[in-house]
């Protein structure tokens, strides 16, 4: 039972335009959603999180959109770059269970083109 | 500066011997710290909770026979293959929160994983 879903596994931009990268959930216990970027052979590394009580968090290039009655969550990178090619996960979690575990996406694979 | 080390980066082993891989916290106690597995193109997969002082808790379908997890001290979690077989071939990450639960300002940190080949 896949509750957190990614369904493009690739996307792929061009130096400068916006990338959007999607993310769908199941469980409506989970009020708290990051995103992560990783690189091969390396760990995931921390981009931008947004709580259930928000819509949308900004930072920098990075805007996260949380719609929670479509379960629906997007990251917007503008203007993207060559360097931001890597796997975005984003994960859930439900702060009511209070064991800090994260449910992740599958990933998509985003690749900026110059 | 990274927040946590994990160690080693990749290891290649017979199959029937036994893998520890580490998990360090640099900058603060954790008193939780979690074991992801990744299999090739999938996502990360919860192995384990690591509680300091205590038994980890195993997610549903991870042996914990097999895979041995001792949280001795509030900056170390180690993480045992024990008689590994190919199928165990894995990127193994570890995580952790400062608290040691998640909260909208304290995301999971990750170390930069460990690719096991078992051969």
């Known amino acids: 039972d896949q509750q957190v879903k990614q369904n493009s596994p690739s996307l792929s931009v061009q130096e400068g335009r916006i990338s959007i990268l999607n993310c769908d959930y199941t469980?409506?216990?989970?009020?708290?959603f990051l995103w992560y970027k990783k690189y091969p052979a390396e760990g995931p590394t921390f981009l931008i999180s947004?709580?259930?009580?928000?819509d949308k968090n900004e930072d920098g290039r990075f805007t996260v959109f949380l719609n929670k009655s479509a379960k629906h969550l997007s990251l917007h990178i503008v203007p993207s770059q060559p360097g931001d090619s890597a796997v975005y996960f984003c994960a859930a979690s439900a702060s009511a269970s209070n064991t800090g575990k994260l449910i992740f996406g599958q990933g998509t694979t985003l690749q900026v083109k110059p | 500066g990274a927040v946590v080390s994990q160690h080693p980066s990749w290891v290649i082993c017979k199959s029937g011997t036994s893998v520890k891989i580490e998990c360090r916290s640099l900058d603060f106690q954790a008193t939780t710290m979690f074991w992801y597995r990744q299999f090739p193109k999938q996502s990360l997969m919860l192995m384990a909770t690591?509680?300091?002082?205590?038994?980890?808790?195993?997610e549903q379908g991870v042996e914990k026979d097999k895979f041995l997890i001792n949280h001795a001290s509030l900056t170390l979690s180690t993480l045992t293959v024990t008689s590994a077989h190919p199928e165990d071939s894995s990127f193994y990450i570890c995580s952790l929160t400062g608290t040691g639960l998640l909260s909208y300002n304290s995301p999971l940190h990750f170390g930069n994983g460990t690719r096991l080949t078992v051969t």
């Open positions: 690591s509680n300091e002082g205590s038994k980890a808790t195993y």
């Open positions: 469980n409506s216990m989970f009020d708290y």
């Open positions: 947004i709580s259930s009580i928000k």
